[in-house]
């Protein structure tokens, strides 16, 4: 079982993950609960947020969040409350603070380089002398060619 | 024996394409035609000697050849004839064994069907693909041998990874490398041209057809991939944002950009330079997905540690055919010039415009690919990019790209007016916004996303529709249909392609905003209600498979009281790969999937069940599908069969557009 396998099994363990004996009965604060796990990454299993995963972790923080939930909190402290203890690996939208600003800004920064210079090599294009008329000698020459 | 007739006509392979590389490339050099004859017989024999090699391989699979290392790892008697054989391409070595297969393949098609390429093009194209044939095998031989034996077989071998034991995954590799592959000749084809000197309107005709062929296997092969992972995983999920993912998307991207500005080229002779830079980049994202997926860098930069030699050996392929192209394409591309003039609103700049944005939303996909990476070696962060990045970051690009395709499509070439070009439009936009209202109306309180798809998927379908009718000139119905119809197929390619692209757009939409789900404990005999649907768990009950046991519960999914269906999701148990998966059961339909998944049994009774309704579900497939028949409609262009047939060339006169 190489390696290709071994990521697939990653990406999806089929199991289910949230169990309903976990869900809080409250639907409106269920669904800001299940907003938040989606994004948080499982900490052991590799590319599954812990809403997905079946791994003991996963549930102990799904649980967590909702614990944190009905105490009160905040979706952003709850999401803090995750990542001071586990880092900012289970986040799976990256912060947009310090370097993190660079792979938020990759995408847009690259379009209006992009966006520039395709403007202005076709502008330069667009206005660039239409191809020299022939002289007289060579039109005579393509005449007599033509009419030959 | 047979093995070792596989494995030494994967050596005797090897050796043909070295001497397919060196011996064209320097008769081109040298204008010597008897080593330039030399690369169609190699290239035919390469292919012969690998087709070979791979039955040989199949061969041990399919009788369970225990003394063979890699079917000991991947394979089980008890597995169904499909799966030994679809374990061929299951695995590490296999899968490689798979790729130099389709590059042989298409350079042997490319040997066959290129007899109407100049002699020296031709003998450099074959001498290219033959080199990467070359890095391919030595990698193969060197690092990763598919036919290695063991000193002392054991009785029965590991089994596959049961999730890979799928119709659709069994031949989703295939279709996937035979794109990934297929970009290798837009490569070839590249770095030919830049060692001939010369990109011209020809060039751009004889290298679309193999882009566009690659193009179409890829769609069809992520297509597959993403329709798996919707039925298999278990939670009706199509697409992840996973690295391995990502890395068939971005050369699928990039291919859409080289199929485009490849039209600038045959039509226009402009573009020429940036054409041949995306056909370099095409194969470079295709080799940069194999070494994503076959190191197992982005997942763990320790898993990379684990074997090296492979993930280094991929890494110096990379470096030395995308390193030589380059250095090869900024020494030649300023003799490149462009030919064609074009006023900035032109249809040459709408096909800038796609270009850019198909190319930066490549981009943002490979720097979120590869961002944990970089983070973690450059700043010491243990970060995760997944996919509510890729969702924020990435649609803001389809959104422009759908918005501007219908007027990009109806535009002329050269010099366009606007205002012109968009009447024709009015109707559609007006539909389009009239839709998108209506759905706003209609929708109770959520986001927007789905009132913009229905719009933007309105929009670039009725445009295509426009643009048809607009090709159809004037008169009655009639005249006009009979007109449409004699159109030439690139006409009808586009059009299908392009309403592929809008029923995708709206169909992704759809899904992901009105999802119903349900999760909950259900005791026998009870039901629950599921959007406007009734569910009722009947049984549960033990089954036993092939090379698996499995409970299957029995679910009655009725409609104000009649019934739609019967569903059978099953929660399997492999015991070989000691590995349990749910297989969902799904009632299809053309609006919506009832998508029903059975859990364990429950501390307090019953069952933990799942059950969606996913609005629009095929159509995100269905488009993908309509994608890759408009790229089949243009690839039997008549510009292209007569470009190929130099018999039929005399009496067919060549369509204008």
Same mark, same amino acid.
């Given at each position: 079982?190489?390696?290709?396998l071994i990521?697939?099994?990653?990406?999806a363990?089929?199991?289910?993950?949230?169990q309903?004996?976990?869900? /809080?009965?409250?639907?409106? /604060?269920?669904?800001?609960a299940?907003?938040?796990?989606?994004?948080?990454?499982?900490?052991?299993?590799?590319?599954?947020s812990?809403?997905?995963?079946?791994?003991?972790i996963?549930r102990?923080?799904?649980?967590?969040?909702?614990?944190r939930?009905?105490?009160g909190?905040s979706?952003?402290?709850?999401?803090?409350?995750?990542?001071?203890?586990y880092?900012e690996?289970?986040?799976?939208?990256?912060?947009?603070?310090?370097?993190?600003?660079?792979?938020?800004l990759?995408?847009?920064?690259?379009?209006?380089?992009?966006a520039?210079?395709?403007?202005?090599?076709l502008?330069?294009?667009?206005s660039?002398?239409?191809?020299?008329?022939l002289?007289?000698?060579?039109?005579?020459e393509?005449?007599k060619?033509?009419h030959? | 024996?047979?093995?070792e007739?596989g494995?030494?006509?994967?050596?005797?392979?090897?050796?043909?394409a070295?001497v397919?590389?060196?011996l064209?490339?320097?008769?081109?050099?040298?204008c010597?035609?008897?080593?330039?004859?030399? &690369?169609?017989?190699?290239?035919?024999a390469?292919?012969?000697?690998i087709?070979?090699?791979f039955g040989?391989?199949?061969?041990g699979?399919?009788?369970?050849?225990?003394?063979l290392?890699?079917?000991?790892?991947n394979s089980?008697t008890a597995?169904?004839? @499909?799966?030994?054989i679809?374990?061929?391409w299951?695995?590490?070595e296999?899968?490689?064994?798979?790729?130099?297969?389709?590059?042989?393949?298409?350079?042997?098609?490319?040997?066959?069907?290129?007899?109407?390429?100049?002699?020296?093009?031709?003998?450099?194209?074959?001498?290219?693909?033959?080199?990467? #044939?070359v890095?391919?095998i030595?990698?193969?031989l060197?690092?990763?041998?598919?036919?290695?034996?063991?000193?002392?077989?054991?009785?029965?071998?590991?089994?596959?990874?049961?999730?890979?034991?799928?119709?659709?995954l069994?031949?989703h590799?295939?279709?996937?490398y035979l794109?990934?592959v297929?970009?290798?000749?837009s490569?070839?084809f &590249? %770095?030919?041209?830049l060692?001939?000197?010369?990109?011209d309107?020809a060039?751009?005709?004889?290298?679309?057809?193999?882009? $566009?062929?690659?193009?179409?296997f *890829?769609?069809?092969g992520?297509?597959m991939g993403?329709?798996?992972?919707y039925?298999e !995983?278990g939670?009706?999920?199509f697409w992840?944002?996973?690295?391995?993912e990502?890395?068939?998307?971005?050369?699928w991207l990039?291919?859409?950009?080289?199929?485009?500005?490849?039209?600038?080229?045959?039509?226009?002779?402009? *573009?020429?330079?940036?054409?041949?830079?995306?056909?370099?980049l095409?194969?470079?994202?295709?080799?940069?997905g194999?070494?994503?997926v076959?190191?197992?860098?982005?997942?763990?930069?320790?898993?990379?540690?684990?074997d090296p030699e492979?993930?280094l050996?991929? @890494?110096?392929?990379?470096?030395?055919?995308?390193?030589?192209?380059?250095?090869?394409?900024?020494?030649?591309?300023?003799?490149?010039a462009a030919?064609g003039?074009?006023a900035?609103?032109?249809? =040459?700049?709408?096909?800038?415009?796609?270009?850019?944005?198909?190319?930066?939303?490549?981009f943002?996909?490979?720097?979120?690919?590869?961002w944990?990476l970089?983070?973690?070696?450059?700043f010491?962060?243990?970060?995760?990019?997944g996919?509510?990045f890729?969702?924020a970051?990435?649609?803001?690009?389809?959104?422009?790209l759908a918005?501007? *395709?219908?007027? #990009?499509?109806?535009?002329?070439?050269?010099?366009?007016?606007?205002g012109?070009?968009?009447?024709p439009?009015?109707?559609?936009?007006? !539909?389009?916004?009239?839709?998108?209202? !209506?759905?706003?109306? +209609?929708?109770?309180?959520?986001?927007? +996303? #789905?009132?913009?798809?229905?719009?933007?998927?309105?929009?670039?379908v009725?445009?295509?529709?426009?643009?048809l009718?607009?090709r159809?000139?004037?008169?009655t119905?009639?005249e006009?249909?009979?007109?449409?119809?004699?159109?030439?197929?690139?006409?009808?390619?586009?059009?299908?392609?392009h309403? #592929?692209?809008?029923?995708?757009?709206?169909? +992704?939409?759809a899904?992901t905003t009105?999802l119903?789900?349900?999760?909950?404990?259900?005791?026998?005999? =009870?039901?629950?209600?599921?959007?406007?649907? =009734?569910?009722?768990?009947v049984?549960?009950s033990?089954?036993q498979?092939?090379?698996?046991?499995?409970?299957?519960?029995?679910?009655?999914v009725?409609?104000?009281?009649?019934?739609?269906?019967?569903?059978?999701?099953?929660?399997?148990?492999?015991?070989?790969?000691?590995?349990?998966?749910?297989e969902?059961? %799904?009632?299809?339909g053309?609006?919506?999937?009832?998508?029903?998944?059975?859990?364990d049994?429950?501390?307090?009774?019953?069952?933990?069940?799942?059950?969606y309704?996913?609005?629009?579900?095929?159509? %995100?497939?269905?488009?993908?599908l309509l994608?890759? $028949?408009?790229?089949?409609i243009s690839?039997?262009?008549?510009r292209?069969?007569?470009?190929?047939?130099?018999?039929?060339?005399?009496a067919?006169p060549?369509?204008?557009?």
């Amino acid at each position: 079982m190489r390696k290709l396998l071994i990521l697939l099994t990653f990406i999806a363990h089929p199991v289910l993950a949230v169990q309903p004996d976990e869900m /809080l009965k409250d639907p409106a /604060l269920e669904a800001r609960a299940r907003a938040i796990t989606i994004n948080l990454r499982c900490p052991v299993c590799q590319g599954e947020s812990i809403d997905d995963s079946n791994a003991p972790i996963s549930r102990d923080l799904r649980l967590a969040v909702r614990e944190r939930l009905l105490a009160g909190d905040s979706d952003d402290q709850v999401i803090d409350y995750v990542t001071t203890r586990y880092g900012e690996f289970v986040l799976f939208k990256p912060r947009s603070t310090g370097s993190g600003l660079v792979l938020w800004l990759a995408g847009p920064l690259m379009l209006l380089a992009g966006a520039g210079l395709a403007y202005a090599t076709l502008r330069a294009r667009a206005s660039a002398p239409e191809p020299a008329k022939l002289t007289a000698a060579e039109q005579a020459e393509l005449d007599k060619l033509l009419h030959k | 024996m047979i093995i070792e007739l596989g494995h030494f006509a994967l050596i005797l392979a090897f050796m043909v394409a070295i001497v397919q590389t060196i011996l064209p490339l320097w008769g081109a050099y040298t204008c010597d035609g008897r080593m330039m004859a030399v &690369a169609e017989p190699a290239a035919l024999a390469q292919a012969g000697l690998i087709v070979l090699s791979f039955g040989a391989l199949t061969y041990g699979f399919v009788t369970s050849d225990f003394s063979l290392k890699l079917v000991v790892e991947n394979s089980h008697t008890a597995k169904p004839l @499909l799966y030994k054989i679809s374990g061929v391409w299951g695995n590490h070595e296999g899968s490689l064994l798979l790729w130099a297969l389709c590059l042989a393949i298409f350079g042997a098609a490319a040997a066959i069907w290129g007899g109407n390429l100049p002699t020296t093009l031709r003998a450099r194209v074959l001498a290219v693909q033959g080199s990467i #044939g070359v890095a391919f095998i030595a990698f193969m031989l060197f690092t990763s041998n598919p036919f290695l034996r063991l000193a002392s077989p054991p009785m029965n071998g590991g089994d596959l990874n049961p999730l890979l034991q799928d119709p659709g995954l069994a031949f989703h590799p295939p279709f996937l490398y035979l794109g990934y592959v297929g970009l290798s000749m837009s490569f070839s084809f &590249a %770095i030919a041209a830049l060692l001939e000197g010369r990109v011209d309107a020809a060039w751009g005709r004889w290298v679309r057809p193999w882009t $566009l062929a690659a193009w179409i296997f *890829l769609t069809i092969g992520i297509a597959m991939g993403s329709w798996w992972a919707y039925y298999e !995983l278990g939670w009706g999920g199509f697409w992840f944002w996973d690295p391995v993912e990502n890395a068939s998307f971005m050369p699928w991207l990039i291919g859409a950009a080289l199929l485009h500005s490849a039209i600038v080229v045959e039509k226009r002779e402009s *573009l020429k330079a940036w054409t041949i830079f995306l056909a370099i980049l095409a194969f470079g994202f295709s080799l940069m997905g194999t070494f994503i997926v076959r190191s197992g860098i982005i997942t763990s930069v320790h898993s990379f540690a684990v074997d090296p030699e492979r993930g280094l050996f991929i @890494l110096l392929i990379l470096a030395f055919f995308m390193g030589g192209a380059f250095v090869l394409f900024a020494l030649r591309a300023p003799i490149l010039a462009a030919k064609g003039v074009f006023a900035l609103v032109s249809r =040459e700049s709408a096909l800038v415009a796609n270009n850019l944005l198909l190319s930066v939303s490549a981009f943002v996909v490979f720097v979120g690919t590869m961002w944990p990476l970089f983070a973690e070696l450059a700043f010491g962060r243990k970060l995760s990019v997944g996919a509510p990045f890729f969702d924020a970051a990435f649609t803001p690009f389809m959104v422009a790209l759908a918005l501007i *395709l219908p007027l #990009g499509a109806i535009m002329p070439w050269k010099r366009a007016n606007i205002g012109r070009s968009a009447l024709p439009l009015l109707g559609a936009a007006a !539909l389009a916004l009239a839709g998108l209202a !209506l759905t706003f109306a +209609v929708q109770t309180g959520r986001s927007a +996303v #789905g009132p913009i798809g229905v719009g933007l998927g309105l929009w670039v379908v009725l445009g295509a529709l426009v643009d048809l009718a607009q090709r159809s000139g004037r008169g009655t119905a009639i005249e006009r249909l009979r007109r449409a119809l004699r159109l030439p197929r690139a006409d009808w390619g586009r059009a299908v392609a392009h309403i #592929g692209m809008g029923v995708t757009v709206f169909a +992704v939409a759809a899904m992901t905003t009105w999802l119903r789900e349900d999760i909950r404990a259900v005791n026998i005999g =009870e039901s629950f209600p599921l959007g406007a649907y =009734e569910v009722k768990l009947v049984s549960v009950s033990d089954v036993q498979g092939p090379n698996y046991s499995a409970s299957r519960a029995e679910m009655l999914v009725s409609k104000d009281g009649v019934a739609v269906a019967t569903l059978f999701p099953e929660k399997r148990f492999y015991p070989v790969a000691a590995m349990p998966t749910t297989e969902a059961a %799904i009632d299809q339909g053309i609006f919506r999937d009832v998508y029903l998944v059975i859990g364990d049994p429950q501390e307090t009774g019953g069952y933990a069940v799942r059950g969606y309704v996913k609005p629009f579900a095929n159509w %995100i497939w269905g488009g993908a599908l309509l994608m890759a $028949l408009g790229g089949l409609i243009s690839l039997t262009d008549r510009r292209y069969r007569v470009a190929a047939g130099a018999k039929a060339r005399a009496a067919l006169p060549v369509a204008a557009e």
